[in-house]
């Protein structure tokens, strides 16, 4: 039985099932419409779905809307551009990489929210999570890393991409929970779905801004497929609704270290949609990420 502080478990369960599938959703869409295009669809396709669960969640729970204080904007505007550029770089990470490859890659994230956590938001977090947390990351560079192969810059592009990724989404995380944490006199719940409906107000604003300027064609390719686009932005907006409840609750880096399990979830898809066969080398990173993700769980 699941206590209210507990909840982030399950949260982050079903928020990193559903960003595998949106990934991979953006993943095909990325050919058509470019890289930022595929990235503009989880904002601009996500912002209606986030208006309609910021409006139940309202009506579930009675709470009010108020103007969030001056503290919330910073933090808001950390996560909504960090992500908007994390978001980018995973994608063109996943032009040059395999899926599964480049989502090993970006699971160093969890390790650099634990130190951007505590450096910003003084999040704590015992020796125990912190071994964790260590484990789990082991476990990701096993999978990631590929024995003997070409070193040339070819080959270390992708890799350094998926990398500074990881980092922009570490910061994206420290953003969102910062500004969830700054929103005062409601639940936890509405807090989430308030910085969630805002954060992705700012991000459709100013990627929909920049394609206009540098890439109106996208815009109206975007237009032709939105019948996958609004899959995608469903998607998107509900993963990204359940990622902001877990933030609510615990500290960034406990939130994207049990996210590691999405790794499990992207050996899946790239096994049965994507035909990409599972390495014994992979296999024992995955015992490892399962592994610190069970020490953290349980400590």
Do not use: C
Request: aromatic share 12%; glycine share 8%; no cysteine.
């Amino acid at each position: 039985m699941f206590t209210i502080a507990s909840l982030w478990i399950p949260f982050t369960i079903v928020a990193a099932l559903g960003q595998v599938a949106r990934n991979a959703m953006q993943r095909s869409l990325t050919k058509p419409l470019g890289t930022w295009g595929a990235t503009n669809i989880r904002f601009l396709f996500g912002f209606p779905f986030s208006l309609l669960f910021l409006g139940l969640v309202l009506l579930a729970t009675g709470d009010h809307l108020s103007a969030p204080p001056a503290v919330f904007w910073p933090w808001l505007l950390l996560g909504a551009l960090s992500q908007i550029v994390a978001t980018g770089l995973m994608l063109l990470a996943m032009n040059d990489r395999s899926f599964v490859v480049t989502t090993a890659y970006l699971k160093t994230e969890a390790i650099q929210t634990a130190i951007f956590g505590f450096v910003f938001l003084g999040d704590h977090l015992t020796w125990l999570k912190v071994l964790a947390i260590m484990i789990a990351t082991v476990g990701v560079v096993i999978t990631a890393l590929r024995p003997g192969g070409d070193k040339s810059f070819a080959e270390l592009k992708p890799t350094i991409t998926g990398l500074v990724a990881a980092a922009a989404f570490a910061l994206s995380a420290v953003g969102f929970r910062g500004a969830i944490i700054n929103v005062p006199d409601v639940s936890f719940v509405t807090a989430a779905s308030i910085t969630l409906a805002l954060g992705l107000f700012v991000q459709t604003l100013v990627l929909t801004i920049y394609l206009l300027w540098r890439a109106p064609d996208v815009l109206r390719g975007i237009l032709r497929l939105w019948r996958p686009s609004m899959l995608a932005g469903f998607i998107g907006a509900f993963a990204s609704q359940f990622w902001f409840l877990a933030f609510a609750l615990t500290a960034a880096a406990n939130v994207r270290t049990l996210a590691l399990i999405e790794v499990l979830f992207a050996q899946a898809v790239a096994y049965y949609s994507f035909k990409q066969p599972i390495a014994p080398r992979e296999l024992a990173g995955i015992a490892l990420i399962v592994l610190g993700v069970a020490v953290l769980v349980g400590a």
